[in-house]
């Protein structure tokens, strides 16, 4: 029986696992540049100093989905999004580059650009420092002009660039903190001058709500599955156990 119970154990285990991939990936769907993430599970045989005669269940993330979410309208100056393929480089908390979709962008106390969620926005030289001044524009290919305090309309100056890079998705994936990173081994992603970006819209997440919902009632009812299992082969451990004691 413990074969059985072996089985539904760890399969119970790994949809509560895979449960919590499609619940975040539903708690995200108004995230801005939210991207969605997979999850399957497959069956892996238990090595050890025996032939191998049991099998569990293993939850993979096999990726995750790098389509274009829907883009809406804002009309805000600072708002962009990526039109097509493309990344925004900021920088991450510890200090790496990383790269994002979300364009919701501002500048702090200190005139330094940053995301919605305080990440710095990269440049030419590092984080992107805005002077003082009257207006700011974000141009499609990321250049960012000003209008110096004092200044008149037409005394426009270019001060930065914001970071547009495109690396292969075979070589980026995506954190914990939701932050998309080159993988280990692979050298930072060049800026790629053909990212391009649409000001005063915002890209929202790719997250198909309906069929996360789905996928989420399905993972419960296999739950409760793999838990009728397991009850089903310790009743049948209790009879086997009965009937040796009558033996």
Do not use: C
């Not at 285990?13 to 969605?36: C, D, I, P, R, Y």
């Not at 702090?108 to 710095?120: F, K, M, P, V, W």
Request: proline letters at 6%; aromatic letters at 4%.
């Amino acid at each position: 029986m413990d074969k059985a119970l072996y089985i539904s154990m760890s399969g119970a285990k790994q949809s509560m696992l895979a449960q919590q991939a499609h619940s975040n990936n539903l708690a995200n769907v108004n995230t801005t540049g939210f991207k969605n993430d997979f999850a399957q599970a497959r069956s892996m045989p238990v090595y050890g100093e025996h032939h191998p005669t049991r099998a569990y269940a293993m939850t993979e993330r096999p990726g995750t989905n790098f389509q274009q979410g829907p883009l809406n309208e804002t009309g805000r100056e600072l708002d962009v999004a990526i039109k097509g393929d493309g990344w925004i480089a900021v920088q991450a908390p510890d200090g790496t580059e990383a790269y994002t979709r979300a364009g919701d962008l501002q500048t702090d106390s200190n005139g330094i650009l940053r995301t919605g969620s305080g990440l710095a926005v990269l440049g030419n030289g590092g984080p992107i420092a805005v002077p003082p001044s009257a207006k700011m524009e974000v141009g499609a290919d990321g250049t960012i002009s000003v209008i110096p305090l004092g200044q008149p309309a037409d005394a426009i100056a270019e001060i930065d660039r914001i970071k547009l890079v495109n690396p292969d998705s075979d070589t980026i994936e995506k954190g914990l903190d939701g932050l998309i990173r080159v993988k280990n081994g692979n050298p930072a992603a060049p800026i790629d001058a053909n990212v391009r970006l649409e000001p005063g819209f915002l890209e929202g997440s790719n997250v198909n709500a309906v069929e996360s919902l789905t996928e989420i009632l399905s993972l419960a009812r296999q739950y409760e599955l793999h838990v009728k299992v397991m009850s089903t082969a310790d009743q049948n451990s209790e009879a086997a156990a009965r009937l040796l004691q009558i033996s």
